[in-house]
Structure formats: structure tokens, C-alpha cells
């Protein structure tokens, strides 16, 4: 009698399973497969952000409307797919953050990951939810938006995944509680393998506001010169 086997999910890297399963929602290239091609420049750091094991921090430093949001998408699916834990997802306003979520995020995983199949057996209703910062995976798993002005927003959920979209407009400080960078960071340490993304479209010579990822950058230069 022949025992069947249970076969293991493909591995593949973030870009080989974004354009094997990701297919485009919206424009002009709407129904057809996502594709690297006319994005050569994020397949580095989309590759990077797939190795966790060796890799914790990747810096996106970008003009506007050339991916980034697809990019952390198509991890964020790729995660979903292979391992699975908690999401945290810093932008600058509360506001900005349910829209992500209403907009992208939301319509984003209800077409590609089929949504329902990932609550915990709670029927939702997405439209009159559409405006919630928070969705509930399976295993007590979750994605959750903050707002870089909200403490409570930074400390208050432990994370082995976190996006701190576009840091220039971030603030300094919040509540005297200190820089949002370093207080989202801190939500990750209890993981042995986390992941951070930070991106930022900068406005200015000095494209990045908040002192550690200022600092970050600056250490990297320092390696690339060296």
C-alpha cells in the first residue's frame, strides 16, 4: 500500500513568485501576469527582503510611481505563502494608513490570496470593513497599520515583519517617546529572523528626517566607499 505524500510548496525567490502569481488588477495591463521587466531595479531588494536568514534591513530610496507599493505587496503574498506571522505597517498618518488598507492592501489579498481562506473562521463583511487597520490571519497571525505619530500604534503589537513607508515624512519624535523608526524596530526584537523595509521618495538632499535610518544610510555609504 503506497502512503501518499504531502509535497512541499515551491521556493522560489520573492520576484520568480510574484511573477509566477501575481496577476494585475488595474491598468492598462489588467488580467495579464506581473512582471519584473519593466522594474529590473527591484528585484535586488525584493529578493532581499525574501532572505531573512541573513539579511534584516532593506532601504528603498526611489522617485514616486515606480513600484514600491507593488514591491512590498507582492512580499507581503509571498509571506502569506511561505511563513506566515505578524505584519506591522508604519506611514505617516492614520489617515494614509486606512486608505492603504481600503485601497491596496485589502482588494490586493480578497483577489490574489482569496481572504477569506486566511481568517479564522470569521465571515466578514470586506465593504463595511474596508476602512479597518487591521486584518486577521490564520494561527492568531495579523496585519496591522499604524500611524508614525501614534505611540500606542508602535508599541503595542510584536511583529517579525515591518514596512515604515516613505520615513522622510515621518516626525522626529512623537509623545517623548523617542524616534518612530527605533520604537517600530524594537516591535521585531523578540524575533530571531525579522525582516524591516523602509522606504522614502525624497524631497530633499537629505531624504530621510528620522536619526536612525539617517544613521543607517550613512553606515552603508561608509562600507560602499571602503
Known amino acids: 500500500m503506497k502512503v501518499p505524500l ?3 510548496p515551491e521556493r522560489l ?3 520568480q513568485f510574484a511573477e509566477k502569481n501575481v496577476v494585475l488588477q488595474e491598468g492598462a495591463c489588467r488580467g495579464q501576469r506581473f512582471s519584473y521587466r519593466n522594474r529590473p531595479y527591484f528585484l535586488d531588494p525584493s529578493n532581499s527582503l525574501g532572505n531573512d536568514s541573513s539579511i534584516c534591513r532593506v532601504v528603498v530610496v526611489s522617485p514616486v510611481q515606480l513600484g514600491k507599493t507593488s514591491m512590498f505587496l507582492n512580499y507581503l503574498f509571498y509571506t502569506i505563502t511561505y511563513k506566515p506571522d505578524n505584519f506591522l505597517v508604519i506611514l505617516d498618518s492614520a489617515k494614509t494608513a486606512e486608505k492603504l488598507m481600503k485601497v491596496r ?3 490586493f489579498l480578497q483577489t490574489q490570496v482569496k481572504l477569506e481562506s486566511l481568517q479564522k473562521g470569521v465571515q466578514t463583511d470586506y465593504q463595511k470593513s474596508a476602512s479597518s487597520t487591521n486584518i486577521s490571519l490564520s494561527a492568531g497571525k495579523s496585519i496591522v497599520m499604524g500611524s508614525a505619530r501614534s505611540a500606542s ?5 510584536t511583529c517579525r515583519y515591518l514596512i515604515a513607508d516613505e520615513v522622510s515624512r515621518f516626525p522626529a519624535f512623537i509623545d517623548k517617546e523617542g524616534d518612530p523608526v527605533t520604537l517600530a524596530l524594537q516591535r521585531t526584537e523578540t524575533y530571531t529572523h525579522s525582516m524591516a523595509l523602509f522606504t522614502s521618495t525624497p524631497t530633499t538632499e537629505d531624504c530621510t528626517q528620522t536619526i536612525p535610518l ?3 544610510l550613512q553606515w552603508q555609504k561608509g ?3 571602503s
Open 6 to 8: 504531502f509535497k512541499k
Open 214 to 216: 539617517r544613521n543607517y
Open 223 to 225: 562600507l560602499l566607499l
Open 105 to 107: 492592501i485589502r482588494p
Open 13 to 15: 525567490t520573492v520576484s
Open 153 to 157: 500604534d508602535l508599541c503595542s503589537f
